[in-house]
């Protein structure tokens, strides 16, 4: 069973707006979640996380939104650019494992910009 | 964060046979973890390898198909034994950030694309 979930595989949005990348997860364990963007032939790329004990972090163009109550996170990419297109994954762990558990990640969802 | 690189890049593989991917870190670390991307679906964990111990393995996956090496700090082997198509996939290699802030954070190599024929 699917503990993190993208339901969208596919989103489209034009240069300049704001992406909106949504990410579900059932686990309750999870409390601190990450979003990777990979293009293809390259591995993931670590792109921002936040801890559960905050609902917000930002890192320039890029805030990650938590929800806990909801169990959903989101990604906003604002404003959005053509290197922005790529496949963008969420993933989720447990801080108290120390870094020793492996991540839990969505399906991925593709986002392309367009001009 | 550290540089990963993996060999090979990619492999195209008879049924039966086996492919040994390796994964070399630019920096000591203890902790690695190895990866499955199958077509269309999540990255999913196979195990961690802890440098002079036994590998972890996750649900499902079992050390005689999937056997790991972890001879020292910065580097690690996955065999893929046997092979079926079922196997087609692309093989990760992960290590954790530097210091208490990163712990969480993973970074990925490039990846091994596998096809079985």
């Known amino acids: 069973d699917q503990q993190v979930k993208q339901n969208s595989p596919s989103l489209s949005v034009q240069e300049g707006r704001i992406s909106i990348l949504n990410c579900d997860y059932t686990?309750?364990?999870?409390?601190?979640f990450l979003w990777y963007k990979k293009y293809p032939a390259e591995g993931p790329t670590f792109l921002i996380s936040?801890?559960?004990?905050?609902d917000k972090n930002e890192d320039g163009r890029f805030t990650v939104f938590l929800n806990k109550s909801a169990k959903h996170l989101s990604l906003h990419i604002v404003p959005s650019q053509p290197g922005d297109s790529a496949v963008y994954f969420c993933a989720a762990t447990t801080n108290s494992g120390g870094g020793a558990d492996g991540l839990t990640f969505g399906k991925g969802t593709h986002l392309i910009i367009q001009p | 964060s550290a540089v990963i690189s993996q060999k090979p890049s990619r492999d195209i593989c008879q049924r039966g046979t086996s492919l040994t991917i390796q994964c070399q870190v630019d920096s000591q670390v203890t902790m690695m973890f190895w990866y499955r991307q199958q077509p269309g679906q999540s990255l999913t964990l196979i195990a961690t390898?802890?440098?002079?111990?036994?590998?972890?393995?996750e649900s499902g996956f079992v050390i005689d198909k999937f056997p790991i090496s972890r001879p020292n700090l910065t580097f690690s082997t996955l065999t893929v034994s046997n092979m079926s198509p079922e196997d087609s996939s692309i093989y990760l290699c992960s290590v954790r950030g530097p210091g208490p802030l990163a712990k969480n954070i993973q970074y990925f190599g490039a990846g091994t694309r596998l096809s079985v024929l």
């Open positions: 686990n309750s364990m999870f409390d601190y």
């Open positions: 390898a802890n440098q002079g111990s036994e590998a972890t393995y």
């Open positions: 936040i801890s559960s004990i905050k």
